[in-house]
């Protein structure tokens, strides 16, 4: 019986860990689960799977105990940073999933590191923030580190066992995007793109923040960047091709040629089991591929000027180390101001590139370093929403 902590339970990759959870019950057992605001919920979750901590921001501490005395829940709640550090890094605690949308996902993902645990990264940020220096934690530390992105996933599952062996066989490895809604929409027209539209994602059911990094492929840069940590290839090693259907999940080329491929149905289900059971399989819940109504595979070159934030992963890779930090917390505030109707969809690029070129990293070495990068391009990325947030579309 492994023990779990969900990291961000209540968002779609902690509700869907929770669905695996709930079909393997005599292997599984649930320490903690933490979420930021959403009290009902969390509350139900650690109801049915008798979780032994619920964490919280400060805010909803008072609500979320009431909530749990009215279920009969005995779940303790623990409150702040500091608490999902600690779940995270808990003794009794064997598997954390890290699902925490944002830098704050960050900490805790390092104290599983520093911890030895085996640790499920569904949250970007790590690597993208944490870099080199992240993954030096993992290695210290005795992690084991497996993707939970569809992407990493599919390019963990295909290749060889020895990480050892990638470098010498290893071509380049080419990770699928499905183009998001507007794919093929005239670049001219995405000025008056409304939140709802960015967010109608016409594959995956996600949330509202990561469904307009899709629209605008920042997600897939995001993901070049991760590729280049996670799996040490140089960035001229990663490949993006948009594959409308969502079947092929990402690819790798071989020094021979070949290419193998992870394909399925669009269920994050299936990575999150194949984390959890790693180097097993187990039941997911997931449909597989039905290959004769599935119809034709396509693919394409992603445009730049639909697409130019995508281009920016390797730009950020090639400047001081650091950089993929600041263009993760740029992006992040353009897209809250983008949602809160201050920025227009294709004002979020720009914010992107403008804080990009104000801010110069100088080599930060630790996680206090790294969080004063994250606040500094945060300010500076504000700096530039107020100068654009004039013309923003507020439909």
Partial sequence: MQQLTVLGATGSIGSSTLDVVRRHRDRYAVFALTAARQVDVLARQCLEFKARYAVITEPHAAQLQSALRTLGASTQVLVGPDALCEVASAAEVDVVMAAIVGAAGLPPCVAAARSGKKLLLANKEALVVGGRWFMELVHAGGATLIPIDSEHSAVFQSLPESPSTWSSRVEKIILTASGGPFRQRDPSTLAGVTPDQACAHPNWVMGRKISVDSATMMNKALE?????????????????????????????????????????????????????????????????????????????????????GLFLAWDALQAPAGTTAVLNAANEVAVASFLAGQLGFDQIHAVNHATLSALLPSNPDGLEALLELDAAARRLAQQQVSLRSGGADRC
């Fill in 224 to 308: 070049v960047i991760e590729a280049h940590y996670l799996f040490g290839l140089s960035p001229q090693q990663i490949e993006v091709v948009i594959h409308p259907q969502s079947v092929i999940h990402s690819m790798v080329q071989y020094r021979d040629g070949s290419v193998l491929a992870q394909l399925g149905t669009p269920d994050m289900r299936v990575p999150i089991a194949y984390g959890l059971s790693w180097p097993e399989r187990i039941l997911s819940g997931a449909a597989p591929p039905n290959f004769a109504t599935i119809g034709a595979l396509t693919f394409e070159a992603p445009s730049r000027d639909r697409f130019p």
